[in-house]
């Protein structure tokens, strides 16, 4: 099957612009990314500097499509379904309430037919907040993220804090995968409400 222009834009940018994404912790607050020649600049010194596969890595499952889809909401993607994940723990330590609105009412939705996954994340109890949400979502993500191109696993953490734990998406077995319904509908709660804040405290 014939990639289309959007999906290949998509794929260069990720591989070849990861100063688009990059995490605010990461960045020198002394460079500049207003110009394109700045932006590519700094691209190529986070390949560098991070060691990442610049090969091509066209979407070749409808996993890597769906990842290549929703590349740039995946924080946002990553909180939800931590506060879905984490919503007994949030509910027992009275700490629902301190969710933004549209985070809160995601937490609290009920999914016909969705068993509840037997397993909570095991979150450090050291990050804050926003990140613990992150931490657990990357953890019940882990099965999809991990089926996607190695280049793309690779680039995935620059997303995140540097206070992000680097194995997060190396730990397998604490918890049951999301499964697949589940992850096309935190997808679309994300893009509906991107202005949630993956860096709240």
Known sequence: MSLTHTAVST????????????HASRLNPRMSTRC?????????????????????????????????????????????????????????RGQLSALPPALRHFALLQFPNVEPLPQTPRVPATLPAGLRLQHAGLAALGGWLRSTPVAWQQRIPLMFSTRMPADVLESRGTVRDMPPFLIQQVIQYAKSHRDISPDIA
């Open 11 to 22: 794929t260069d940018r990720i591989l070849y612009d990861p100063a688009s994404y990059l």
């Open 36 to 92: 394109a020649g700045q932006r590519a600049a700094l691209s190529r010194i986070v390949m560098a500097v991070y060691g990442l596969s610049d090969g091509p890595a066209p979407p070749r499952t409808p996993a890597d499509r769906t990842l290549a889809d929703c590349w740039w909401e995946l924080p946002i993607v990553c909180m939800l379904a931590g506060a879905h994940c984490l919503r007994g723990e949030l509910i027992g």
